[in-house]
């Protein structure tokens, strides 16, 4: 029986111990991060930190959404523009046809011919 009471009071001190550390933590990263408690209270309690956190994550998260839908475009925007710029470089030029020539009255007569 006292070896168990013993083992208890170790595991206590020991669960004790990491929730003084923990709280130790907390107040630092309050202290670090400048927290001030909300009004009419003497310290900022965790679940007004994880309010705060949960909102910076969501704002964060649709800023990041955003920016990454226009570095998206600009680059879908980019490579528009060199294909364009590299089908252009590639283009052959052809001259309009001149319907009063006499290769178009040959082609008309064939074309005119060959459906008959």
Partial sequence: ??????DSQKDHTAEDDRLNAAQKSFLDM???FGLKPK????????GYVFMLWYEFCSDFKNTWKRESKNISKERLKEAQENMKKITAENRVETKKVNANSLKERLRQKEASVSSS
């Fill in 30 to 32: 309050v202290g670090y």
């Fill in 39 to 46: 009004s009419g209270e003497k310290e900022v309690a965790p």
């Fill in 1 to 6: 029986m006292t070896l168990y009471q013993r």
